[in-house]
Structure formats: C-alpha cells, structure tokens
C-alpha cells in the first residue's frame, strides 16, 4: 500500500511540474533618461517586437491586459494598444468605434460609460467570449510597469493632454511612446511634454527635416518608416542620427511571413536595418528574431525573465 501511496504522490508531482508557469520575458528601465538612451541607440543595438493590439491569438482578444501579459511568455515586448473615450470621458483601450466585433457590447463606445462599459466582456479574434473585461488606460499603463514598453495609439477624439496626464499620474516616462501621425501631432505632443519619446512617422528624410523644422528633436523621436520595407539607405540615414526604426509588418508582410515561414522574412527585414516589428504574428516573428539574437549574441540587459 505505501508504495502505492508513493507511486501516486510521484505522478503527482510530474503532473505539477508539466504545468509549472510559464515564463515571462519582461523590460525593465529604471529611469526615463535610460530609456531613451536605448532609443537613442546609445546602448547597442537589440531588436524587439511590437504586439500589434497586444498580440491577440485564440482565447486573447485584442487591447486586453491579459493578452498583453501572454504576449510576454513568448518576446520581450513594446505592446501597442489604442485609446477611446468612454461618454462620461474615461479612457479606455478599445480599437473600434464600435463595441460588436470585440466585445458582447454593441454600438458605439462613446455611447457608454465607463460603468457600463465594464458590464461586457472581450471576444478573440474568432468571436469567442472570454471573461476579460475592457481595460483603461490608467490600468494598463500601471500593469505595464517593469515589464513591457508601450506605444500608446489614439483614436479620433481622445486628446493627447489627457494621454499625457495619465503618464504622468502612473509614473510612465520610463516606458512609455505616443503615437503620433503627422508632424503637426507630433509638435504639439512635443510641445505639451517636451520630455517624452514620441512615434513619428518618417518615410523620407524630408519627413524628418520638417519634424525638426517643427521643433521635434532626433533624440525624442521612433520613426515608424510605414507598412512597406522602405530602402536600406533610410535605415542608416535614422541610425546615423540615433533614431530608432519601427516596421509595421501587419498586413501584406505578415501575410508574405506567415505563407512562406522557411524563408525567415523577419529575420531579413532586421537584417536590413529595421529596430522594431510592428506586428500580428508574435510567435513567428518572435522565433525568427531569437535567432538573430542568438547568432549575433545580442544582449540587453534591461531583459528579466520570471
């Protein structure tokens, strides 16, 4: 009988210790000058992904905290994620205009408290409700801390001093990018908080000199170069002045990636100078990454793993 007792106690433990946590890659820069130094590539270079939207995959909706916290079992990341204004002025993470395609709700999110808005849930990408609640800005920014980056995207309506406050109020600055679209957001942005980092887009060196014609210096701008892998010679062009590079991959390159996963289209794409890869595939972009990482014994040493 005891040795009955032992046999199961055994399988019990291997059965604990099949399911132990996973681990969490996390980021962690203790001030916000250090930071931007990173940014500023004063530190070396160590390329990342961004989760579009947090990285949703089954079970994970978009703009959800806990999706951002999967996305950490898999890459150290930036999480992007997008802001809206509930009808009594809450901020709070959500894509759409409307509630139907993500969550049980319906209609507009303006149409809502923020009271109201937490009675529904978010669905996944396939339409499947999970128990995830709609989160706000404030508790975002609070669960992000030492453990991912942000790039904080705006929708239509929702103003950049209220974004501003709420880094403020959560002491965001060490981790924290606002997502800008044209060079008169960005001054403006600059402008209301000269001391943050700010995603601009510049596809040109042209776009560049009219930033800083605006007022935008080099050392507070990511320079989002669009969707399409812009010229080589744009890359060293941004490096050259100590700006860091995002890609957006989502769409037709995540396509192209996903259909084609031997061809390492990631890999390529940092290899031609892009820092940061906006994107929706997080685990094949991810796995691809690593092995650049590997192969060219990259390291950060803002990067914990729990």
Not at 15 to 30: D, R, V
Not at 130 to 143: A, D, G, Q, R
């Amino acid at each position: 009988m005891k040795k009955i007792q032992l046999l199961f106690i055994a399988v019990a433990l291997l059965g604990l210790a099949c399911i132990a946590p996973a681990k969490h890659y996390y980021i962690s820069f203790k001030t916000a000058e250090e930071f931007q130094d990173f940014l500023n590539r004063k530190t070396g270079r160590y390329p990342l992904l961004s989760a579009h939207r947090g990285g949703p995959m089954s079970g994970f909706p978009e703009n959800a905290i806990e999706t951002f916290e999967n996305a950490t079992t898999y890459q150290p990341v930036i999480i992007e994620f997008d802001v809206a204004l509930s009808k009594d002025s809450a901020l709070v993470i959500m894509h759409d205009d409307k509630l139907d395609r993500t969550s049980t709700g319906t209609g507009l999110v303006s149409s809502y408290t923020y009271a109201e808005l937490r009675k529904f849930t978010l669905k996944d990408d396939e339409g499947k409700v999970t128990s995830f609640k709609i989160p706000t800005l404030e508790e975002v920014l609070y669960w992000g801390k030492d453990k991912v980056l942000f790039t904080i995207d705006l929708k239509r309506g929702v103003p950049y001093e209220k974004i501003i406050a709420a880094v403020r109020r959560t002491k965001s600055e060490t981790n924290s990018i606002i997502i800008t679209y044209n060079a008169n957001q960005a001054a403006r942005v600059h402008e209301l908080a000269p001391d943050l980092m700010i995603s601009a887009t510049v596809k040109s060196r042209e776009d560049l000199e009219r930033l800083n014609q605006m007022g935008v210096p080099n050392d507070k701008i990511v320079a989002f170069v669009g969707i399409s892998a812009p010229d080589k010679s744009l890359y060293e062009y941004l490096r050259n002045k100590g700006i860091t590079s995002i890609l957006g991959t989502m769409g037709n390159l995540d396509k192209s990636a996903k259909a084609n996963p031997n061809k390492m289209v990631y890999l390529g794409l940092v290899h031609n100078g892009a820092d940061i890869l906006s994107t929706d595939e997080v685990v094949l972009a991810g796995n691809q990454l690593s092995i650049l990482r590997k192969k060219l014994v990259l390291k950060l040493k803002n990067l914990y793993i729990k």
